[in-house]
């Protein structure tokens, strides 16, 4: 079976299981930074993003960014850093290092 279609994968896309919206840092803040840092002469950045943003595109039809607001924000968060004129910004989407996720018994 493969990882991405195993249960605790699945129950990890649960509402209940996803991050708050307010543990992110809001686009618009990402973006000032990123625009002072291009100011600054910074030309490369990297941004931490969530794999579950990486879900909304081998899933579509899951509707997760329209459902799920955690993931909307991601998603958008992604959108907007990639498209600042003259700055190259990589994302990683990155599953729970920083954090943990509860998967019930």
């Known amino acids: 079976m493969p990882w991405f279609s195993r249960p605790e994968w699945m129950t990890a896309l649960r509402p209940g299981n996803l ?16 625009r002072l840092a291009k100011l600054v002469s910074i030309q490369r950045a990297i941004v931490l993003g969530s794999y579950f943003a990486h879900f909304t595109r081998i899933w579509p039809e899951l509707g997760l960014a329209e ?8 998603v958008e968060q992604e959108m907007s850093v990639i498209s600042i004129p003259g700055m190259v910004v990589d994302v990683l989407e990155l599953p729970y290092i920083f954090g943990g996720i509860h998967i019930p018994s």
């Open 19 to 34: 991050p708050t919206h307010s543990s992110i840092m809001p686009t618009w803040k990402v973006v000032r930074v990123l």
């Open 67 to 74: 459902r799920l607001p955690y993931i909307r924000s991601r």
